[in-house]
């Protein structure tokens, strides 16, 4: 996964994330960002994903990939262009550095979810050895892999803490030729809300 950026707009917390892949990544060299996993194709668009309000909730659709999940009340939504088919949802509480009006994860308050679909199957081995890889980009910390189960799907779970972005959990669904990931970032004192809050979202996701 990589993670991009959070960004104010019109001095309200609206964040856009620039980059988002199997697990989060900000590596700050010279104020540029780095995809840590070059070779994932994401051949999806920011358009894919449509946003419907029902009785019992908004929702997130995308029929292209097959998948639907519920935005967590209160949580803003953001389409990202920077690249292809990614998505962002983040708590109204979302605090961070500012750099040239930017949050630059670790955050100091709230979390993020990022949403993503890349067109390829990986399997989970490869996810575990990809990511064991390149969180070492990050000065991981602590790193932990879990294979779970998600709605049915079987799924890789990796709870990382690095000095570079803080804390985050991520989740990787290989699903026929695709795999959807879900990543959750956090500042330190907001672990028990948000990690609740990314549980509760989990169990919403409903891929075909």
Excluded at 5 to 16: A, C, D, L
Excluded at 51 to 62: K, L, M, S
Aim: with cysteine; net charge negative.
């Amino acid at each position: 996964m990589v993670l991009g950026i959070v960004e104010y707009n019109n001095m309200s917390k609206k964040v856009v994330l620039a980059v988002f892949g199997i697990f989060v990544i900000l590596v700050a060299a010279g104020g540029g960002f780095f995809w840590w996993w070059q070779g994932r194709e994401i051949k999806g668009s920011p358009e894919d994903y449509v946003i419907v309000d029902r009785t019992d909730g908004t929702f997130v659709e995308n029929s292209k990939a097959g998948l639907s999940v519920m935005v967590p009340e209160g949580w803003d939504i953001e389409k990202l262009e920077p690249r292809e088919g990614l998505l962002a949802l983040y708590s109204p509480n979302i605090e961070g550095e500012l750099r040239d009006n930017k949050v630059v994860p670790p955050l100091g308050g709230g979390c993020i979810i990022h949403v993503s679909v890349a067109y390829e199957y990986k399997d989970v081995n490869q996810l575990k050895l990809e990511s064991g890889y390149n969180l070492a980009l990050l000065d991981v910390k602590s790193v932990e892999f879990e294979e779970v189960v998600i709605n049915d799907h079987q799924a890789l779970k990796t709870i990382a803490d690095t000095k570079k972005i803080g804390l985050g959990i991520g989740i990787d669904i290989p699903h026929k030729d695709r795999t959807y990931s879900f990543l959750l970032i956090y500042a330190d004192e907001e672990n028990d809300t948000c990690v609740q809050e990314f549980g509760n979202f989990l169990g919403t996701i409903s891929i075909k």
